[in-house]
Nanobody, 124 residues
Framework: QVQLGESGGGLVQTGGSLTLSCVAS????????IGWFRQAPGKPREFVAA????????YYGDISKGRFTISRDNAKATVFLQMDSLEPEDTAIYYC?????????????????WGNGTLVTVSS
């Protein structure tokens, strides 16, 4: 069973950048698809991006708008989310999730393991 921990959140001004990290422990990290989701107060969890196990195929939600980049380093058991051109609407708790396989990368219920999240706040 894999455990996930997010970091890298914080306060940033509009137009700024942040890089989030999702570090895994336990299990074979390279066997997991990793996805990033976010949730703002009073809103449902939204799909941000996902990356496949070893080939590294990437998938992005509409909210990424070409501003976010997901990558992974299996040797470090870490997935990164580079976020550029941040807007106040990006303010949310960002979560990473892990799953072994299946389709529908954007469906949060398909992910089996979750971290506790990291808060991103974008000021106007």
């Amino acid at each position: 069973q894999v455990q996930l921990g997010e970091s890298g959140g914080g306060l940033v001004q509009t137009g700024g950048s942040l890089t989030l990290s999702c570090v895994a422990s336990g299990g074979d990290f390279s066997a997991y698809i990793i996805g990033w989701f976010r949730q703002a107060p009073g809103k449902p969890r939204e799909f941000v991006a996902a990356i496949s196990q070893t080939v590294g195929n990437t998938y992005y939600g509409d909210i990424s708008k070409g501003r976010f980049t997901i990558s992974r380093d299996n040797a470090k058991a870490t997935v990164f989310l580079q976020m550029d051109s941040l807007e106040p609407e990006d303010t949310a708790i960002y979560y990473c999730g892990a799953r072994i396989g299946g389709s529908s990368m954007s469906y949060s219920a398909n992910y089996d393991y979750w971290g506790n999240g990291t808060l991103v706040t974008v000021s106007s």
